[in-house]
C-alpha cells in the first residue's frame, strides 16, 4: 500500500540556519512520482517539485535541494540559509503510474518555524 | 484560466444543511481531484475526475457526499445533511493527467474552501 511519512512534526530553527525535512514513501510499484508542497499560513498549496522514479539525480534550485535515494526510499528536502519566509508547512506526497492510481497520498506534513 | 478557481473561500452551515462548493480546473487540464484537509492535518483524498467521468472514488463517503465535472460548467463537490466533523479546507487540484513515461503531471491546487459546520 501507498505511504508518506514525515517523521519530524514541526523544526524550529534561526534564520540562515541549513534546515533538512525528511520524508520515508512505501510504495509496490515501480513507476511512481513524488513530489513536495508548501503550505503558507495563509493556506494556499504551493507545488515545489516532482520527482519520477527513473530519475535518482538530486536537484538544486535556488536555496531548495532535494535528495532522493530509492535504496532508502527517501525524499529529503533541504532548505539552506533559511529565511523567515521559508515558514509554512511542507508536505512531501507520492502518486503511482498505475492507471486508476492518479491519486496523491500526502504526508501528515512538518511545521517549519524559521526565527529571525 | 491559469489558476485552479475555488468559490467560496468560506462557507459557514449549520449541522444539517446543504454545503456546495465549486472549483474551476485549469483550461486544457483533463484531470480534477478533490482533497479534505481537516485542522491543516494530511490531506484525505476524495474523488478524482477525467473530464466529466468519475476516475477514482475510493475516498468518497458513500452516504453524503457527491461531485460533478459538468461541460462547460465548474466542478462540484456537495455534501449534503453536514456534520460536524465535516468542517476542514476542501482543495481542488488539476492536472494534464499523464506525463511522461505513463507518470502523471503535478496536481495544481486552488487556495481551497474553508467549511465552517455550526
Known amino acids: 500500500a501507498q505511504k508518506v511519512t514525515q517523521a519530524q512534526t514541526e523544526i524550529s530553527v534561526v534564520e540562515k540556519e541549513d534546515v533538512t525535512l525528511d520524508c520515508v514513501y512505501e510504495?509496490?510499484?515501480?513507476?511512481?512520482?513524488l513530489f513536495w508542497y508548501k503550505q503558507p499560513p495563509s493556506g494556499e498549496l504551493v507545488f515545489l517539485i516532482r520527482r519520477n522514479s527513473f530519475d535518482e539525480q538530486n536537484e538544486i534550485s535556488g536555496r531548495y535541494s532535494w535528495n532522493f535515494q530509492k535504496s532508502t526510499s527517501s525524499f529529503n528536502f533541504t532548505i539552506t540559509a533559511s529565511q523567515v519566509v521559508d515558514s509554512a508547512v511542507y508536505f512531501c506526497a507520492l502518486s503511482e503510474a498505475r492507471t486508476g492510481g492518479f491519486k496523491t497520498i500526502f504526508g501528515a506534513g512538518t511545521r517549519l518555524f524559521v526565527k529571525a | 484560466g491559469e489558476e485552479v478557481a475555488q468559490t467560496p473561500k468560506h462557507l459557514v452551515r449549520g449541522e444539517g444543511q446543504k454545503a456546495k462548493l465549486y472549483c474551476a480546473p485549469i483550461?486544457?487540464?483533463?484531470?480534477v481531484f478533490w482533497y479534505q484537509q481537516v485542522l491543516k492535518n494530511e490531506f484525505k483524498f476524495l474523488i478524482s475526475?477525467?473530464?466529466?467521468?468519475?476516475?477514482?472514488e475510493t475516498g468518497m463517503p458513500k452516504e453524503r457526499f457527491s461531485a460533478k465535472c459538468l461541460p462547460n460548467s465548474p466542478c462540484s463537490l456537495e455534501i449534503q445533511a453536514t456534520k460536524l466533523e465535516d468542517s476542514a479546507v476542501y482543495f481542488c487540484?488539476?492536472?494534464?493527467?499523464?506525463?511522461?513515461?505513463?507518470?502523471?503531471?503535478?496536481?495544481?491546487f486552488g487556495d481551497g474552501t474553508r467549511l465552517s459546520i455550526l
Open positions: 475526475f477525467q473530464n466529466e467521468n468519475v476516475f477514482d
Open positions: 483550461k486544457g487540464h483533463s484531470y
Open positions: 510504495t509496490r510499484d515501480t513507476t511512481y512520482y
Open positions: 487540484a488539476s492536472s494534464q493527467g499523464r506525463g511522461d513515461r505513463g507518470g502523471n503531471q503535478p496536481q495544481h
